[in-house]
C-alpha cells in the first residue's frame, strides 16, 4: 500500500471508497472484484472506482509467499485501513478472517448511494446494512475530504475537498459550514436536522473526535456480513474470478 501511495496518494482515497462499495453490496466479501459482464464492478455506479489494480498486486504477492489463505476481502479491509493511516488518519485493528463470495450482480451495486439522495433515504441506507442507527454511516462520508472526484466530460479531476484535499482531517465539516461541499447529499447533511449535530460537532471540536469516530465506523463498516452456505464462498486464488471449479476426474484409475 506504501508503495502504490508514494506513486500516486489519490489511490488511497480510491481504495477507501473501494471497500465501501464492497461492504455496501452483500457483505465484505470483494463482490466488487469479480470482473465479468453483469457483475458489481461493472454497474453504472461502480464506473468511477480505482485502485483495483493496487489490490490485484498485493494479492499477488501473497499467493506467491503465502498461497491460498488471505481472502481478497481482507485484503480490501487491511488496504482501506492502510491507506486511512498513509493519508494521515487514525489506525485501527481491522477484523479479519472473511472469505471471498461467489456471486456479484451489476442491478445490486446500483442501490448503493451517488449523492443526489435526501437525507431521509441515506439515513435508510445504513442501518439496512446493520451499520448504525445513529447514522455515522453517513457520517462516515462525511469525513471524506481528501477525495478527487472524476469529471465526467473531461480528463479533469476536483476534488471534493475544497481547500485541504491531500489530507485526512475535519477541515472538510468548516467547509460544509460555508456551503463549499461538492456532493449535494453533503450539504443535505449539514442543512437536515437529524444529521446536522454531527457535522458541527466535528466542525467545533478537536479532529481526534472524529478520528476515533471514523476508526470505530470502520470496523463497524468491515464487519457487514451477508450469511451464506460453506460452499457460496472461498478464498479466491484471482480477486477478479471465482476458482475454477475442481476437475473431475473422467476417466478413473482402475483397480483389481
Ligand atoms: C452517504 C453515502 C455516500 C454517497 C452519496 C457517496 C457519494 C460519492 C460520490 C458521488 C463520489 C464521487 C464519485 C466520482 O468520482 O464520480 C464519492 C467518492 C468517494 N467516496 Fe463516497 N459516498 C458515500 C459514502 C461513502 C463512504 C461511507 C465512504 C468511506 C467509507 C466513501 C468514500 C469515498 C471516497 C474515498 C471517495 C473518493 C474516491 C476517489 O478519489 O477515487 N463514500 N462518493
Known amino acids: 500500500m506504501k508503495a502504490w501511495?508514494?506513486?500516486?496518494?489519490?489511490?488511497?482515497?480510491?481504495?477507501?471508497?473501494?471497500?465501501?462499495?464492497?461492504?455496501?453490496?452483500?457483505?465484505?466479501?470483494?463482490?466488487?472484484?469479480?470482473?465479468?459482464?453483469n457483475s458489481e464492478?461493472?454497474?453504472?455506479?461502480?464506473?468511477?472506482?480505482?485502485?483495483?489494480?493496487?489490490?490485484?498486486?498485493?494479492?499477488?504477492?501473497?499467493?506467491?509467499?503465502?498461497?491460498k489463505t488471505v481472502s481478497c476481502a481482507d485484503i480490501l479491509t487491511a488496504a482501506a485501513r492502510d491507506a486511512t493511516n498513509l493519508l494521515g488518519g487514525p489506525f485501527w485493528e481491522a477484523p479479519l478472517g472473511r472469505r471471498d463470495g461467489k456471486t456479484s450482480v451489476a442491478k445490486e451495486a446500483d442501490l448503493v448511494p451517488q449523492g443526489r439522495e435526501n437525507a431521509t433515504s441515506l439515513i435508510k441506507f445504513f442501518p439496512r446494512k446493520r451499520i448504525?442507527?445513529?447514522?455515522?454511516?453517513?457520517?462516515?462520508?462525511?469525513?471524506w475530504r481528501n477525495l478527487t472526484q472524476s469529471c465526467k466530460k473531461s480528463s479533469n479531476f476536483v476534488n471534493l475537498d475544497a481547500t485541504t484535499p491531500k489530507?485526512?482531517?475535519?477541515?472538510?465539516?468548516?467547509?460544509?459550514?460555508?456551503?463549499?461541499?461538492?456532493?449535494?447529499?453533503?450539504?443535505?447533511?449539514?442543512?437536515?436536522?437529524?444529521?446536522?449535530?454531527?457535522?458541527?460537532?466535528?466542525?467545533?471540536?478537536?479532529?481526534?473526535?472524529?478520528?476515533?469516530?471514523?476508526?470505530?465506523?470502520?470496523v463497524k463498516l468491515a464487519n457487514v456480513k451477508v450469511p451464506t452456505p460453506p460452499n457460496e464462498s472461498e478464498i479466491r486464488l484471482n480477486c477478479n474470478y471465482?476458482?475454477?471449479?475442481?476437475?473431475k476426474n473422467v476417466n478413473p484409475p482402475r483397480h483389481g
Open 5 to 37: 501511495f508514494r506513486k500516486d496518494y489519490t489511490l488511497a482515497a480510491s481504495i477507501i471508497r473501494l471497500h465501501f462499495h464492497d461492504c455496501a453490496v452483500r457483505g465484505c466479501d470483494a463482490s466488487i472484484l469479480l470482473n465479468y459482464q
Open 41 to 67: 464492478r461493472r454497474a453504472y455506479a461502480s464506473r468511477t472506482l480505482r485502485g483495483f489494480q493496487v489490490i490485484d498486486d498485493i494479492k499477488a504477492k501473497l499467493e506467491r509467499y503465502c498461497p
Open 132 to 143: 448504525e442507527r445513529s447514522g455515522s454511516g453517513c457520517s462516515l462520508r462525511l469525513y
Open 167 to 218: 489530507t485526512f482531517d475535519a477541515e472538510y465539516y468548516k467547509n460544509l459550514g460555508k456551503k463549499k461541499g461538492l456532493l449535494s447529499t453533503d450539504q443535505e447533511l449539514y442543512s437536515d436536522p437529524r444529521t446536522a449535530p454531527f457535522v458541527s460537532t466535528f466542525a467545533d471540536q478537536p479532529p481526534y473526535l472524529f478520528y476515533s469516530q471514523f476508526a470505530v465506523s470502520m
Open 242 to 247: 471465482v476458482n475454477p471449479a475442481p476437475r
